[in-house]
């Protein structure tokens, strides 16, 4: 049957928008590939951190094992743990303030596809996030509440599309909503003041984390996305701050690249910036770009800029929420760490000598508790001071054993961008070691150790 042509036309007017949007849609899904979804694409490298690269709406990207995850939180097993961490800090002096950051999902549930969500539920993510924020609270850290602002986010991207850093506005509206948090803290008022003012900066062009692993995959990738950048520097009567070389600093941010200062502006995102003009105090920011959720912390207890005797008022941790600070050696390597390691402590046993070419699986014994000498350290609150003469040493095994037949065998994995040379391990407090007593420790690599390296242990409490 012939349709009249009026009738046609107007058929034809009717459909058009939906056509357009249809063939804008293929253009897009076209760069995408079924080998998204496979495995194989994501064993090595930095792939196995894309794990898997979920397309969304309006050319967004996600990665499933951590954009789209629903579980956040500390495992009942490390909460002790973490408290014990807060305290110690807290005996110094030194309040923690934590800026947990929302993952893109949850900032962007928006652009989540329902056919490449995989498993993402936001009430499930919003309500452990929740539950985490008061774990670090119960743990005695100070919170910032980002509850507010994961239900109102900010017009303007909080992350970038195709990229796991935030744009500028996402570290800005972070960065207010943690200052308005630590000026209702009493220990605010106890922080020296400074002006600072924020000005425009560079424009960033990000292609993007997730862009790049599609065009591995799938040899396509969605452009650049541009955002304004910022820097914020001192103002008025402080500019004489910009050259100021005090030793002492009262406040230190820590955490990953969101907040990292670099020496490429194009990848700086002004965090520190933002939170030096809302809390008008200088900050020393010691952030990292690759060290994981404690490398920065741990890198600058054991620098310089850290002193027992003389330590920060605070600390600002930023902390991605996919982190669940779940691995027992984050607290037995800082422990000591915010001490100051044996220079602060009671010594009780001392060995140095030289790590001979090794072999993964070969061991060599560095300290030996045995004979007229032998130490009695069952029940005592011990640490090892460990110190390498090479400090690109960073991938090896200690082992720890014990009286009672028992061993422990714990794994360093020290991102090469965390300082080496100097390593901390708090005797285990697993109750299988309360009543045992140390008899050695054993230095096994667990990549091949070509050159010789002096090395010094120290057993101390």
Request: glycine letters at 8%.
């Amino acid at each position: 049957m012939n349709m009249p042509r009026p009738l046609l036309v107007a058929l034809l007017l009717f459909l058009a928008p939906a056509a357009q949007a249809a063939e804008q849609q293929c253009e897009l899904d076209c760069l995408l590939c079924s080998g998204l979804a496979e495995p194989s694409h994501y064993s090595e490298g930095i792939m196995k951190s894309m794990k898997y690269i979920a397309p969304g709406d309006d050319t967004w990207l996600f990665r499933s094992e951590v954009d789209l995850s629903n579980d956040f939180g500390i495992p009942p097993d490390m909460r002790g743990e973490f408290k014990r961490l807060m305290d110690a800090f807290h005996a110094k002096g030194t309040q923690v303030v934590i800026a947990v950051q929302p993952t893109r999902g949850i900032m962007h549930r928006d652009k989540v596809r329902a056919d490449a969500a995989y498993g993402f539920d936001f009430s499930k993510a919003r309500r452990n996030l929740a539950a985490f924020l008061g774990q670090l609270r119960a743990g005695g850290a100070v919170v910032p509440d980002i509850l507010p602002l994961v239900d109102h986010p900010p017009q303007q991207d909080y992350f970038f599309r195709r990229d796991h850093h935030w744009t500028p506005t996402g570290a800005q509206v972070t960065a207010k909503v943690v200052a308005d948090s630590i000026q209702q803290q009493p220990f605010y008022a106890e922080l020296t003041k400074k002006s600072y003012r924020t000005e425009p900066g560079v424009m960033l062009p990000k292609d993007g984390t997730m862009s790049r692993a599609l065009k591995k995959i799938c040899g396509n990738n969605y452009g650049f996305q541009y955002a304004r950048g910022f820097q914020t520097v001192p103002a008025g009567d402080d500019l004489g701050a910009l050259f100021d070389e005090e030793s002492e600093q009262e406040v230190v941010l820590v955490g990953t690249s969101n907040s990292a200062s670099r020496d490429d502006d194009t990848k700086n995102y002004n965090f520190d910036g933002y939170l030096k003009e809302y809390l008008s105090v200088d900050i020393l920011n010691v952030a990292l770009p690759g060290a994981g959720q404690e490398g920065a912390l741990l890198n600058y207890l054991q620098s310089a800029d850290y002193s027992p005797d003389a330590p920060p008022k605070m600390i600002i941790w930023e902390l991605p929420a996919s982190f669940h600070l779940e691995d027992p050696l984050l607290y037995r390597q800082l422990q000591p760490a915010i001490r100051g390691g044996c220079a602060k402590a009671q010594v009780l046993g001392k060995r140095s000598g030289e790590l001979p070419v090794l072999q993964p699986g070969q061991r060599r014994e560095l300290f030996s508790n045995a004979g007229s000498s032998r130490l009695d350290l069952r029940g005592k609150p011990g640490f090892i001071d460990l110190k390498l003469g090479d400090k690109n040493l960073k991938d090896f095994y200690l082992i720890v054993y014990y009286d009672n037949g028992q061993r422990d065998k714990v794994w360093y994995r020290r991102e090469a961008i965390v300082e080496g040379g100097q390593y901390y391990l708090e005797l285990s407090r697993d109750p299988v070691f309360r009543d045992a007593n140390l008899i050695s420790v054993f230095f096994e690599p667990s990549e091949p150790l070509e050159h010789p390296s002096s090395v010094e242990l120290q057993l101390c409490l």
